[in-house]
T-cell receptor, first 116, second 110 residues
């Protein structure tokens, strides 16, 4: 149980284009999903928290107009990186928390984004 | 600013030994404590959660929590080379949004 998927696992895009990453909870309903970014050999950095049906809450320093988050259902959240630049190249990981009230969060396998 | 501190390591132990990973946190109101394992190039995987003082055992893993000392640890018994990874400590309070430590790199050598 508690499986989270992400798609795509890897993506290469040109500078200036937009990329959408999907995060799905496969066997549970997730009222809350989190989006993280991780640079090589660095810690996880929380970008935003999204609750189903409401606007995402972004961490300080994260541009909400650049990183668009949509949590349209209890099993799907999307992150769109708009007008991507090479410095956006990173490992993006989503996680989801079960609506039953258990506090653990389960991570997706991550998406490696390379912007050329 | 809520902080979660871990020694970055690497912690090197021989195969079969006990690996002891430590974590301290700053927020006294913290309620939930987690240990994640992250292999290089992969996403974190939840291995233990603990919510009350004392020990919690799951197979070769034991989590220990001491709220008075604001300290949580993870013991790995009979360490295996496959346990070599970065171990992340995460702590959350009333908001249920966890704060992650930077992680401790563990190397188990044959």
């Amino acid at each position: 149980g508690a499986v989270v998927s992400q798609h795509p696992s890897r993506v290469i895009c040109k500078s200036g284009t937009s990329v959408k990453i999907e995060c799905r909870s496969l066997d549970f309903q997730a009222t809350t999903m989190f989006w993280y970014r991780q640079f090589p050999k660095q810690s996880l950095m929380l970008m935003a928290t999204s609750n189903e049906g409401s606007k995402a809450t972004y961490e300080q320093g994260v541009e909400k107009d650049k990183f668009l988050i949509n949590h349209a259902s209890l099993t799907l959240s999307t992150l769109t990186v708009t007008s991507a630049h090479p410095e956006d190249s990173s490992f993006y990981i989503c996680s989801a928390r079960d609506r039953t009230g258990v506090h653990e969060q389960y991570f997706g396998p991550g998406t490696r984004l390379t912007v050329t | 600013q809520k902080e979660v501190e871990q020694n970055s390591g690497p912690l090197s132990v021989p195969e079969g030994a006990i690996a002891s990973l430590n974590c301290t946190y700053s927020d006294r109101g913290s309620q939930s404590f987690f240990w994640y394992r992250q292999y290089s190039g992969k996403s974190p995987e939840l291995i233990m959660s603990i919510y009350s003082n004392g020990d919690k055992e799951d197979g070769r893993f034991t989590a220990q929590l001491n709220k008075a000392s604001q300290y949580v640890s993870l013991l790995i018994r009979d360490s295996q080379p496959s346990d070599s990874a970065t171990y992340l400590c995460a702590v959350s309070g009333g908001s249920y949004i966890p704060t992650f430590g930077r992680g401790t790199s563990l190397i188990v050598h044959p």
